[in-house]
């Protein structure tokens, strides 16, 4: 763990002369551990990796190999032959390829002999080096069906063999650069991955880029913390004892809303219900479901995955149907197969952190806050946009909500994942609805930008608007929720308050 296998010092990086995206950046990994980079987005994480792997060339720095200073790769088959290979978080498999096949997608020339592809010594070699690696699959499936971590896993495989094939020096360590891997993966899938990983780390070093603060604590041996292209603290974790808490202040510069008390947030319940449900069905999926939820409040259907409480949320949604029970706003009934728009005209929202579904990405970010909120900026006595009004109206969430874009004209594909997130959660904010529906609503987003969004909810919560959250982190719950209601094989198990909900999980 002494030995420094790549070593970068004070790296500078401009664009257009103007963004200064990183400013004496200095990182380095040593051999067969797990080295973490984290930061907001916009932190440098990603210009910094770009460099190692040859997409980018830096204004300035030096880098250096097993103690040997060597330039910078100019291009990512360059960076290969000095044993660095990325792995990017959108899954970057081809289906429709056998796990062999993809494994030596670009290296097929290594393999030809009299013309002919040696497929059979291809196999041979995919079969070694998936049971050196402890990757757990047939080399004759097709990738499409394998679980996303076993894809994953494949990914990193096709990394460390690309580096074998390319590196110049045959018997190098890998490092291959991890850019948040556990981003489409379940708490299983992520647990199954790591587990995975861990015992990678006798044949190869990694860098591991996360948003995640809990899988950085545990399973990274080191953390390099950027913050506005920056080196703000670097961590060993063998030496250094640390909370969560600790490395979230490092990121962001502040507290998180974990450790701030929500009692006077919360206060009272109101009396007034807005939504209930009694004894709400739908078979196969959950059973006998009811609760009242009261103006201003949230509560939280908490379980594992398949436990059915995406199921529930997606059905007070319109997006799904019920068989039994009743499903009431405000003592109005609710048909089963009402459609999400006509849900939203009855002032239910939905809000899911897929942002791919949640916005229009070739839209401006004004064409997206306007487009549930047409009434404001439409003429009263000719229906015509007022385009000048949807302008202001954009620009005061965007100011609101701090989002970084150049202008509200800006397309939103091209924002941050936490910018686009926060797009979508600025049009709820500017539509005021009576209850908002809160699917997964930070999944894959940093941490900064996912306290910035708390307050934004809790902020609607005081202004009287009820909310229903499923998601996938626990700590959610407990900064949000009023009423955590326990699911398990479809069926409500228990209910607990937000002191009692973390209690129990930190059992």
């Known amino acids: ?210 948003h995640i603060i809990p899988e950085v604590m545990e399973f990274t041996d080191r953390v390099h913390v950027l913050r506005d292209g920056n080196l703000v603290a670097k961590y060993d974790f063998s030496k250094e004892k640390m909370t969560e808490e600790d490395l979230f202040r490092a990121i962001v510069g502040r507290k998180s809303s974990e450790y701030i008390s929500r009692s006077e947030d919360r206060g009272a319940a109101d009396e007034e219900v807005v939504l209930a449900a009694k004894n709400l069905t739908k078979s196969g999926h959950f059973y006998d479901v009811s609760f009242d939820l009261h103006k201003g409040t949230c509560i939280g259907f908490f379980g594992p995955t398949g436990s059915g409480k995406s199921k529930i949320i997606r059905t007070i949604a319109g997006l799904m149907n019920y068989d039994e029970g009743e499903l009431k706003a405000r003592d109005q009934e609710l048909k089963g197969d009402e459609l999400p728009h006509v849900r939203l005209t009855r002032g239910i929202g939905y809000f899911s952190g897929e942002t791919g579904k949640e916005l229009f990405l070739n839209w401006s970010i004004a064409k997206n806050i306007s487009i549930i909120n047409m009434e404001k900026i439409l003429g009263k006595l000719i229906p015509v946009i007022h385009f000048n009004a949807e302008r202001k109206m954009a620009e005061n969430i965007v100011q609101k909500l701090e989002i970084k874009a150049p202008s509200v004209g800006t397309d939103c594909y091209s924002l941050s994942g936490g910018n686009k997130q926060k797009v979508s959660v600025g049009k709820w904010l500017e539509r005021n609805p009576d209850i908002l529906l809160l699917d997964d609503p930070t999944i894959g987003i940093d941490v900064g930008a996912r306290e910035d969004i708390y307050e934004v909810l809790l902020e609607m919560k005081k202004k009287g608007i009820s909310m229903i959250l499923v998601s996938d982190e626990p700590k959610e719950y407990s900064i949000l929720c009023d009423k955590i209601m326990f699911v398990m094989d479809g069926r409500i198990q228990k209910v607990l308050g937000p002191e009692e909900f973390r209690k129990v999980m930190s059992t």
């Open 1 to 210: 763990m002494n030995d420094k296998l790549l070593e970068v010092k004070e790296v500078y990086k401009t664009f257009d002369g103007v963004v200064h995206a990183l400013k004496c950046v200095s990182i380095e990994a040593c051999e067969n551990e797990i080295v973490g980079v984290v930061g907001e987005n916009g932190a440098g994480k990603s210009t910094l990796m770009k460099i190692l792997v040859g997409v980018y060339s830096p204004d300035k720095g030096e880098m250096y190999h097993k103690g040997k200073m060597i330039p910078f790769p100019r291009t990512p088959k360059e960076a290969a032959k000095r044993g660095i290979s990325i792995v990017y978080q959108e899954n970057g498999v081809i289906p429709w390829l056998k796990v062999y096949q993809f494994l030596f997608l670009g290296h097929e020339d290594k393999y030809i002999k009299y013309m002919k592809l040696q497929t059979v010594r291809m196999k041979e070699k995919a079969c070694e080096i998936l049971e050196e690696l402890h990757v757990a699959c047939e080399v004759e499936a097709f990738m499409h069906e394998l679980p996303l971590s076993t894809q994953k896993m494949v990914e990193i495989a096709r990394a460390i063999l690309g580096v074998r094939l390319e590196s110049e020096d045959g018997d190098t360590t890998p490092i291959i650069i991890l850019d948040e891997p556990t981003a489409p993966l379940t708490d299983d899938e992520c647990k199954e991955l790591f587990r995975d990983l861990l015992k990678m780390k006798k044949n190869a070093s990694f860098i591991f880029i996360s």
